[in-house]
């Protein structure tokens, strides 16, 4: 199960996808995390899901990561009489609070928080913002708007908002209900759905109390000026490109990227970067020359973890898309330019005693050309400092908990391997340099370097490296 590439590869689970057979296929394929979408999962299929997946996880001897995705707020408009209507641009056309089915002139928008939060000037993008229209005339009961771009409305479709902060949270009642029900369930990342600021985390946070970490999508306009206060409180970062190409410019996007990305690598939190990555391959066996560099792209940034939605979930070709992206992150990580890329982005380390043991087990594996670098992990923020470095050699997370060594499954370069606790220093330089030896990652007479917490089991302790030679039995010498 060790990977010859540092990125991750998160598959979602679907109906091309649900069986076990083709779950360990996807694993063999590349997938080191699967996503089970919460928009199309009852509780019944997400509890069959995590059971297929701990049965596969079981049969190959290795942590697999679990992420639950919730829906989040869904904000559509109402119906029309005759399922649609037609519309011109420049005429007037209003979304009030009168359930009765809609027309040309108007429809129902069963949410008050957006007939009250609307301003006159705002946008309100319907159905993927093919659709466009601007708020003129507001009274907290109905929006007089005028069409902008578009022609056609229809049933239920979705309306994004990009310059109204609304005051609500970002978990519906739906998604509270799903909380419970993934937290028994025993995933290990929460996705959140729609967030605007960093008090959306804030509830969730609470429910969940440490059961499983949080991911942030970052998909819209306010969440991504609040970047900085949303990295800090939340354990990881979704690029979710999708919804926030709807709501922000198209040609803003990828410098999005960029920026949210370094950021993630600046703090040390895991980044994904998702939406239509080989979108082509939902009904193609191959993907277009533009998607492969798009997937090339995000692994050149840096990016944790790259992601599949349709492609694994639903298309014809699941398998041969994790294969896929595996070649173009196995190919983009073996050009020449890739070292030079990852390290002129590389920042320095925050001013404590763990940050800097990291840099120096980084900068001695390299100068030393080690085999791998071995971190002991309980709280997992060993083998974040570690991964944050982005070192040429392999990382190895030793961890006693088996729920973090899945979650590190979605970090970048880290091999996690589940293991006691070492019961003293020799013991934690035998079993690091025999665990080294198994995993094929050192063979006898090569070096590699060890960082731990003492007194060991310490979380977030770092404070120890130590360079240790794999012995001809597989332990090591100091």
């Known amino acids: 199960m060790r990977r010859n590439r540092r990125v991750k590869i998160l598959a979602t689970l679907g109906p091309a996808s649900s069986d076990e057979a083709t779950i360990q296929r996807l694993l063999e394929a590349g997938a080191d995390v699967f996503r089970i979408n919460m928009s199309h999962a009852d509780h019944e299929l997400m509890r069959t899901l995590v059971d297929r997946i701990r049965a596969v996880e079981k049969k190959v001897g290795h942590p697999i990561g679990i992420l639950a995705d919730l829906q ?123 967030i605007q600021r960093p008090e959306d985390l804030a509830e969730v946070r609470k429910v969940a109390r440490g059961r499983a970490a949080l991911l942030a999508k970052i998909e819209k306009p306010q969440a991504v000026k609040r970047l900085a206060e949303i990295i800090e409180l939340s354990d990881a970062l979704m690029v979710a490109r999708g919804d926030l190409g709807v709501e922000m410019p198209l040609e803003a996007v990828p410098g999005i990227q960029k920026q949210i990305t370094r950021a993630c690598r600046r703090a040390g939190k895991p980044v994904v970067v ?130 973090m060594a899945r979650r590190l499954s979605l970090v970048w370069g880290m091999h996690c391997v589940v293991t006691e606790d070492a019961s003293d220093l020799d013991d934690m330089v035998n079993r690091a340099c025999r665990i080294a030896y198994q995993e094929k990652l050192a063979k006898p007479g090569e070096r590699v370097i060890i960082t731990a917490g003492v007194p060991l089991g310490t979380p977030g302790a770092t404070n120890m490296l130590r360079i240790a030679y794999i012995g001809s039995d597989g332990l090591g010498g100091i």
């Open 274 to 403: 998702a939406t239509q990555m080989l979108e082509s391959m939902i009904s193609a066996p191959v993907p277009t020359r533009a998607e492969v560099s798009d997937v090339a792209t995000a692994v050149f940034e840096g990016a944790d973890a790259i992601m599949l939605s349709a492609e694994s979930a639903a298309g014809e070709y699941p398998v041969e898309a994790v294969a896929m992206m595996d070649s173009i992150a196995k190919q983009v990580e073996r050009d020449p330019t890739y070292t030079d890329i990852i390290n002129a982005q590389r920042s320095q380390p925050e001013a404590t005693g763990a940050d800097a043991i990291s840099m120096a087990a980084r900068q001695i594996a390299e100068t030393l050309n080690l085999s791998a670098i071995i971190c002991y992990t309980s709280s997992g923020t060993t083998g974040l400092r570690a991964a944050r470095e982005r070192p040429r050699v392999p990382i190895v997370a030793l961890s006693p908990v088996v729920q």
């Open 72 to 194: 989040g707020p869904k904000l559509r408009v109402g119906t029309f009489a005759g399922k649609s209507a037609e519309l011109k641009v420049g005429q007037e056309f209003t979304l009030d609070d009168n359930p009765a089915p809609g027309d040309a002139t108007r429809v129902f928008l069963p949410h008050p928080e957006i007939l009250k939060s609307v301003e006159p000037g705002h946008r309100l993008l319907i159905d993927d913002g093919r659709l466009q229209l601007e708020a003129v005339k507001v009274d907290g009961r109905s929006i007089l708007s005028k069409v902008i771009a578009g022609t056609k409305i229809s049933d239920r479709k979705g309306v994004s908002l990009p310059d109204t902060d609304l005051p609500m949270g970002a978990l519906t009642e739906k998604d509270r209900k799903d909380l419970d029900a993934v937290l028994s369930a025993d995933v290990d990342w929460i996705a959140l759905s729609f």
